[in-house]
């Protein structure tokens, strides 16, 4: 199970420099065609992952 915790101003700076929400991103990890692969070097203090994937609105995004 992954747990997610959002910071509302890093969304609201997500969203004003990619276009992008939380909340879509967040689909992306449900996608059948998505790869996800541990993120080693920013692991250190938590276990972190690197997805890439098709979102709920059709975009190819790389969270």
Do not use: C
């Amino acid at each position: 199970m992954v747990e997610y915790i959002w910071d509302p101003d890093k969304e609201i700076e997500n969203v004003r420099r990619h276009g992008v929400s939380f909340q879509e991103a967040r689909t992306v990890l449900r996608g059948y065609l998505t790869a996800t692969w541990s993120d080693e070097p920013h692991s250190a203090e938590e276990p972190r992952f690197k997805s890439i994937g098709y979102s709920d609105l059709g975009r190819i995004l790389w969270w």
